[in-house]
């Protein structure tokens, strides 16, 4: 019998409906002039287009060796917390909307400042994510954006 773990960065994405993103969109419904941020906005953050996790999980399962694996899947690079609030602003068409730090390296309580994986171990498998951070959080935005019943449900 062979076992599987995989450890994920935050996934983004179709059918998304929880995380930065849709907090985001949540948040600028109830005021579109500012948005309150948890924390100082240089929290660094990596992400996973969902399409890319799923990939990532099937190819461990076809190509691992081993009885006992665990995979960490994420990007090798990071984005901090204004770096999407700004992607997911100009995917908006929103230029005019005042940030708001709450302050401290932590967003929220138990953030950590930092989260990124070391993705070697699957990336020895030839798995690679295809979709970048930026095109992950459009392709996000614009989803939820044709969803809207999505935003009101939370």
Excluded at 38 to 43: I, S
Excluded at 79 to 89: F, G, M, N, S
Excluded at 117 to 137: A, C, F, M, Q, R
Aim: hydrophobic share 40%; with cysteine.
């Amino acid at each position: 019998m062979r076992s599987f773990c995989y450890r994920f960065v935050s996934w983004i994405g179709e059918r998304y409906t929880h995380g930065i993103v849709f907090d985001i969109l949540k948040k600028l419904q109830h005021d579109p002039r500012a948005l309150p941020l948890h924390g100082d906005g240089t929290q660094k953050k990596s992400y996973l287009y969902v399409k890319d996790g799923v990939s990532g999980v099937m190819l461990g399962i076809e190509k691992a060796a081993a009885q006992k694996n665990v995979f960490n899947l994420g990007h090798d690079y990071f984005i901090t917390v204004v770096e999407v609030v700004k992607i997911v602003l100009d995917e908006l068409g929103m230029n005019e909307v005042k940030l708001e730090f709450a302050g401290g390296q932590r967003g929220w309580l138990g953030d950590s400042p930092m989260v990124q994986l070391d993705t070697s171990k699957i990336k020895g498998l030839d798995w690679k994510p295809e979709t970048s951070i930026e095109e992950g959080l459009r392709r996000t935005v614009r989803y939820l954006k044709q969803n809207p019943h999505l935003l009101k449900r939370a």
